[in-house]
């Protein structure tokens, strides 16, 4: 039993899923979980029909859901004959939306989200399995809120692993007849969950690779597969970078680094429940199947011998002195850390001297002034922004002179494997080569 992902690229207009049911007619075994993203852009769209929806003036939620709704149908005409059933059945979805949308929207922002958001799944899901069916690839269109069963921390909602195992497994017990011939495919919404009463929840912004993960964990898959627009795990992102270069085999120690800096490749999330089964990660590409992708696994030798680089944009840098000039001791960072954690700050990166602590973080508002309000009292505050955080992996000093060329060096730490540079961030140069 393999387990494969298809994200938001690889479903993104008709010919997209027509290469998904060739990726599927050839590469899956006979027993399959299909877990499917929502198509292209469709997530960030429906955030849009939100916030319209709730705060901006001015703003036509209706209309915005207009144009989901015509890229979808758009994507749909070449792949169905005029009278397929898929299309009253995505019409009627949109109606549906369109009814609640015609309300004024409710206290809770996040609840409604989950919603409203979690629609785009159910979208790709409901067109991508009439196509396959339609092609003689017959598969189970299954509903994860009631697979993936979780609480109702809205927007980021935990996982119930009991709950969840004994749906999954018997959702496949009831599909997967070992002396039954032919293929057997499960197909599901990424992303999505639901509470144990029935409501819809979702796992984190581009979670799907996480759901993809907890069907390989619960049914012990033999391998989890992602397909994707690019190659496999590289050492660069290849959108800032010219020529970055695949990292054929990664342990799951690697990994977890390199998304814990911030490498988007796979969700952060992922690893963990396929490391604590040892099912192996393979990364492949959507556009070059035969290649040999990333495999991502047990093994602790196959770690990269290239520097691999992560950069996160959009950082500020905070410095923070105790107003009386007392040195910054445990007491004060017990104060501080509070704060952060209580603001929802994640610390990307940190340093203190004799009088001042400093973060690097993700910049945001928001966030941010809700630590200031907590923290003015007693330390004066002072802060950079538009600042890029860079994270070198496997380290060399040719490595490190590339990465800061042409940029200026607020903060700096290093260990024996990796360096982690905040800069001033320089959009309008040539990315450099790694
Ligand atoms: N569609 C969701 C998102 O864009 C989940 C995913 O793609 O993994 O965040
Ligand atoms: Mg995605």
């Not at 339609?134 to 009991?162: G, M, N, P």
């Not at 819809?200 to 799907?208: I, K, M, N, P």
């Not at 396929?274 to 035969?290: A, D, G």
Request: charged share 20%; glycine share 6%.
């Amino acid at each position: 039993m393999i387990v494969f992902k298809f994200g938001g690229a690889s479903v993104k207009e008709a010919g997209a899923v027509e290469n998904v049911a060739r990726l599927i007619a050839r590469y899956a075994p006979a027993q399959t979980v299909v877990v499917v993203s929502a198509m292209g852009k469709t997530t960030n769209a429906l955030e849009g029909v939100l916030r319209a929806w709730y705060d901006a003036p001015g703003e036509q939620p209706l209309e915005r859901l207009a144009a989901v709704r015509h890229d979808h149908f758009a994507m749909m005409r070449p792949l169905f004959p005029a009278a397929h059933p898929v299309f009253p059945a995505v019409d009627g979805c949109f109606e549906s939306v369109a009814r609640r949308l015609a309300e004024p929207p409710s206290g809770l922002f996040d609840f409604e989200y989950d919603q409203l958001v979690s629609v785009g799944e159910w979208l790709s899901t409901t067109i991508v399995s009439a196509y396959l069916n339609d092609k003689q690839l017959a598969t189970q269109w299954c509903d994860a809120r009631r697979l993936i069963i979780t609480d109702d921390c809205w927007r980021e909602a935990h996982v119930d692993w009991a709950l969840t195992g004994e749906a999954i497994r018997a959702q496949a017990a009831a599909l997967f007849d070992d002396r039954r011939d032919g293929r057997q495919v499960l197909l599901t919404q990424g992303f999505v969950g639901g509470t144990r009463d029935g409501r819809t929840t979702t796992l984190g912004r581009e979670g799907s690779d996480y759901t993809a993960a907890i069907f390989s964990h619960v049914l012990d898959a033999e391998r989890m597969v992602v397909w994707k627009d690019v190659p496999g795990v590289l050492n660069a992102d290849p959108h800032l970078f010219a020529d970055p270069v695949l990292l054929p085999r990664i342990s799951y120690g690697e990994a977890i680094e390199l998304t814990y800096y911030g490498a988007t490749v796979i969700h952060p999330k992922t690893i963990k429940p396929l490391q604590n089964k040892k099912i192996p990660l393979h990364v492949r590409s959507f556009l070059q199947p035969e290649g040999p992708g990333t495999l991502i696994s047990d093994e602790a030798s196959a770690d990269p011998a290239v520097p691999s680089f992560i950069v996160k944009r959009d950082q500020r840098l905070i410095s923070i002195v105790p107003k009386d000039f007392s040195f910054i001791a445990e007491p004060h960072l017990s104060v501080i850390f509070t704060a952060f954690a209580a603001a929802g700050i994640r610390i990307n990166m940190m340093q203190h001297s004799a009088i001042s602590f400093t973060a690097c973080v993700s910049d945001d508002d928001r966030k941010i002034g809700r630590l200031f309000d907590q923290l003015a009292r007693s330390f004066t505050i002072r802060y950079n922004t538009g600042l890029c955080l860079f994270t070198v992996r496997h380290w060399t000093p040719d490595a490190i002179a590339m990465a800061t060329a042409g940029r200026r060096v607020l903060l700096e730490q290093r260990n024996r494997t990796t360096v982690q540079l905040v800069m001033t961030d320089n959009p309008t140069t040539e990315p450099p080569a790694p």
